[in-house]
């Protein structure tokens, strides 16, 4: 019995505990944090940065995006999961064709990848695939998403499985299997969202290469 406790709380520590929590409060105001990648899906003018913001979670620097482009994303280019888990927080601050904020993974390049997305003007969360640089939905499920506010989203994935989590409440749980393999990881939003990104997590779980 005693045995089999310390294997459950094994198992416990091991899916909740971050391999890597980046906080970007070591990063320079005004550039991209050391070893990410930034760019759009579609067209469109970008501007990823890092910038102080006394709200942010963890202060005193936010990773901001707040240019125009049809997708556009940030990634973490040396983190190749397979299966794993992705965690960040992020504030919609403005935006009038959207106010969205999301979580990338399996990122073959720009135009291949899932992202899911939490959106403050439409109160839903998302989940889409993007493939050959057209994103398709996946499922769209209600959910309150304040502006200005701080909120957690998280995905889990392994194999075909999906799991997005916004605050702690799941609202998306299915299987999908259109891409597959290893990808970078990141952050994303769309159109004329200006959304700041903080405490981004991310851990490999299963047979990660």
């Not at 759009?40 to 890092?50: D, E, F, H, L, R």
């Not at 960040?88 to 106010?99: N, R, T, W």
């Not at 998302?126 to 506010?149: C, M, Q």
């Not at 998280?154 to 916004?166: A, D, P, Q, R, Y």
Request: hydrophobic content about 35%; proline content about 4%.
């Amino acid at each position: 019995m005693k045995l089999k406790m310390l294997t459950i709380l094994g198992l416990f520590i091991t899916t909740n505990v971050f391999a890597e929590t980046i906080n970007f409060d070591q990063e320079h105001p005004g550039s991209l944090p050391k070893g990410w990648l930034a760019g759009v899906t579609g067209t469109g003018q970008p501007k990823w940065a890092i910038e102080a913001d006394p709200t942010a979670p963890s202060q005193p620097n936010v990773l901001k995006q707040s240019g125009e482009g049809s997708f556009p994303w940030c990634v973490k280019k040396d983190a190749s999961l397979t299966d794993g888990v992705v965690e960040v927080k992020f504030k919609s601050i403005s935006g009038k064709e959207d106010q969205a904020g999301g979580i990338i993974w399996r990122w073959k390049d720009g135009d291949n990848y899932y992202v899911a997305r939490a959106n403050a003007l439409e109160n839903n969360v998302s989940l889409y695939y993007t493939k050959g640089g057209s994103r398709k939905t996946i499922k769209y499920v209600d959910a309150p998403v304040s502006l200005n506010e701080w909120h957690t989203l998280k995905v889990t994935f392994s194999g075909k499985h999906i799991s997005v989590t916004l605050d702690e409440k799941t609202y998306i749980d299915l299987d999908d299997k259109h891409i597959s393999g290893s990808g970078a990881v990141g952050v994303w939003t769309k159109a004329d969202s200006v959304t700041a990104f903080d405490d981004f997590s991310y851990e490999k779980q299963g047979s990660n290469p």
